[in-house]
């Protein structure tokens, strides 16, 4: 079935500092990821939807200045915090959409990447 | 009133029990319906998706009320590997295509 691969699970890092998750299509091309953000005891909240070589379409709220995504090919995604800083503390995970036989489709999760920025 | 609500839990039942989780939506041109698993820290799961005309997977049955807009999901026989958080996910046209809506999710634990 279809995989997605995030990296890295785990980051800890200073205020002030950028972090970078990648998100892969292993088996299939991600023509649209989404990435979504969760926060301890809270359901997951689409942050944006990227499409691979447009520009992504952030949720209301979302700074796109802060949150840079690049969908630059079919199987890769990524997502850049910039200037992080401790209430961007949270569990991103990306999603993609992958489709099968006779129109179907699926959405496939990443496994998620924990962001402490301290 | 949020897209999609869902029972606040938590839910503590006996091994052996069996569970009702309801959940409601609010976009009636909403489309697809699942529900998702989520354990502590991991990404959520597919666990079934949810047709009009109900569907059951062993012990997890997941019925549809469109006219409703109303989610259910029941489970048979808890087992103690069902402790985890259950979410509603509702699939609404969004920005740019489809995309998904999680609901708050419910937390069950199956205690021994």
């Known amino acids: 079935g279809a995989v997605v691969s995030q990296h890295p699970s785990r980051v800890i890092c200073k205020s002030g500092t950028s972090v970078k998750i990648e998100c892969r299509s292993l088996d299939f091309q991600a023509t649209t990821m989404f990435w979504y953000r969760q926060f301890p005891k809270q359901s997951l909240m689409l942050m944006a939807t990227?499409?691979?070589?447009?520009?992504?379409?952030?949720e209301q709220g979302v700074e796109k200045d802060k949150f840079l995504i690049n969908h630059a090919s079919l199987t890769l995604s990524t997502l850049t915090v910039t200037s992080a800083h401790p209430e961007d503390s949270s569990f991103y995970i990306c999603?993609?959409?992958?489709?099968f036989g006779q129109g179907g489709y699926g959405y496939t999760f990443g496994s998620g990447t924990r962001l402490t920025v301290v | 009133r949020k897209e999609v609500e869902q029972d606040p839990g938590p839910f503590n039942v006996p091994e052996g029990a069996t569970v009702a989780f309801n959940c409601t939506y609010s976009n009636s041109a909403s489309q697809s319906f699942f529900w998702y698993r989520q354990d502590c820290r991991k990404e959520p799961k597919l666990l079934m998706s949810v047709y009009s005309s109900g569907n059951e997977d062993g012990r997890f049955t997941a019925q549809l009320n469109r006219a409703s807009q109303y989610i259910s999901l029941l489970i048979r026989d808890s087992k103690l590997s069902d402790s985890a958080t259950y979410l509603c996910?509702?699939?609404?046209?969004?920005?740019?295509?489809?995309?998904?809506?999680f609901g708050p999710g419910t937390r069950l634990s199956v205690l021994p």
């Open positions: 999603s993609a959409r992958s489709s």
């Open positions: 996910v509702v699939n609404i046209k969004g920005n740019y295509g489809q995309n998904f809506v």
């Open positions: 990227s499409n691979e070589g447009s520009k992504a379409t952030y």
